[in-house]
């Protein structure tokens, strides 16, 4: 049962992170980040990280979602304009896309030959402590990154829409 919840859920993950990119409006590339980010927290759910997942639903698919959406529409962006070169990249790119994944899963397979099966369930390090302990010590630094990047990213669209408004 696991084993197909899991393949479920990593295929809603996989087509509503392709529809991201698809998506010719922002906030319909946004709520489809979020059904990726719900995705990943049922699989966080699946390899017995309960704590991981519901911080996943709180703060991503939560607060960075509406962070998103704020901005998209402080931005005031359009759907974007279809142009006939799109359409030829894109019969291009597809091909160079699957021989793209085959390369690189072929390299991760030769790179991990003999790596353990995942026992769904059995991951203990998802608590609060063993993620506050990660968080504020081995990985302090680039925790603090990601908050300036994000504010730099908040301050830059605000810069962006005052221009267009003026």
Do not use: C, W
Request: net charge neutral; proline share 4%; hydrophobic share 60%.
């Amino acid at each position: 049962m696991d084993a197909i919840l899991f393949f479920l859920f990593a295929a809603i993950a996989v087509v509503s992170a392709i529809n991201v990119v698809v998506q010719r409006h922002p906030i319909s590339s946004a709520l489809s980040l979020v059904g990726v980010m719900g995705s990943l927290a049922v699989l966080y759910l699946l390899l017995g990280a309960e704590f991981i997942a519901a911080a996943q639903m709180i703060v991503y698919a939560g607060a960075i979602m509406v962070l998103f959406v704020f901005v998209i529409m402080l931005l005031n962006t359009g759907a974007e304009q279809s142009s006939r070169k799109g359409k030829v990249l894109t019969i291009v790119a597809m091909p160079l896309l699957v021989i793209f994944l085959g390369v690189v899963s072929y390299i991760i397979q030769r790179g991990f030959p003999d790596s353990p099966l995942v026992k769904f369930g059995e991951f203990t390090g998802g608590g609060p402590k063993d993620v506050g302990m990660a968080l504020f010590t081995r990985y302090l630094l680039p925790f603090e990154v990601t908050s300036v990047l994000i504010l730099i990213a908040i301050i830059g669209a605000v810069v962006l829409a005052r221009k267009e408004m003026e």
